[in-house]
């Protein structure tokens, strides 16, 4: 079985940067997708192919994946960004999500 | 605009089965795959499988054989079975819609919560 390790927890000051990684065996050779989920909503997608923004989200959300690390980036920190992040890939047609991280912004 | 509507019994006994449908309105369930992604209370997603129209379906192996995705093209609708339930299926099970196998999931449905309890 595949694992996504994720922090369980980032703080981060409002209009500060914040990342959040996703470990994976040889995950850089995999495409990642991350999710934000607010309470009581469902997961929203907000990277995909590693690093493709869909319509709608903002231009402060970017990703990147090398190695055995993906990394959500969030520049310019704002409140309403504060959600659970998981991030998601596929390892021979299975597809696994990672352990989630709660983003707070302080 | 797509939107994904899960529907079933929020409430089902140990031992029994699962069942969940799920309602595509604004697009064609011919076009894409389509998947179900589960959430116990307080813990992370867990994918559980897709079906192509065709009827082409993956599943979780960590299910052991207990689920089933099945396909109606003719109502636009897909369902979920789940048999042989524990208190550890108790979870929010949403659908999903995938732009093709193996690649992300691009629109949800809001989730239903299934308890299982006698």
């Known amino acids: 079985s595949y694992e996504l390790t994720q922090p369980p927890s980032v703080s981060v000051s409002p209009g500060q940067t914040a990342s959040i990684s996703c470990s994976g065996e040889?995950?850089?050779?995999?495409?990642v997708s991350w999710y934000r989920q607010k309470p009581g909503q469902s997961p929203l997608l907000v990277i995909y192919r590693d690093n493709k923004r869909p319509s709608g989200v903002p231009a402060r959300f970017s990703g990147s994946n090398s190695g055995n690390t993906a990394t959500l980036t969030i520049s310019g920190t704002q409140a309403l960004d504060e959600a659970d992040y998981s991030c998601?890939?596929?390892?021979?047609?299975?597809?696994?999500f990672g352990t989630g991280t709660r983003l707070t912004v302080l | 605009q797509v939107q994904l509507q899960e529907s079933g019994p929020g409430l089902v006994k140990p031992s029994e089965t699962l069942s969940l449908t799920c309602t595509v309105s604004?697009?064609?369930?011919?076009?894409?795959?389509w998947s179900w992604i589960r959430q116990p209370p307080g813990k992370g997603l867990e994918w559980l499988g897709y079906?192509?129209?065709?009827?082409?379906?993956r599943y979780n192996p960590s299910l052991k054989s207990r689920v089933a995705i099945s396909v109606d093209t003719s109502k636009n609708k897909f369902s979920l079975r789940l048999n042989s339930v524990t208190a550890a299926d108790t979870a929010v099970y949403y659908c999903a819609r995938l732009p093709g196998a193996g690649t992300f999931f691009d629109t949800w449905g809001q989730g239903t919560l299934v308890a299982v309890s006698s």
């Open positions: 604004g697009d064609s369930i011919s076009i894409y795959y």
């Open positions: 079906i192509y129209h065709s009827g082409t379906t």
């Open positions: 040889k995950l850089g050779d995999k495409n």
């Open positions: 998601q890939a596929w390892d021979n047609s299975i597809g696994f």
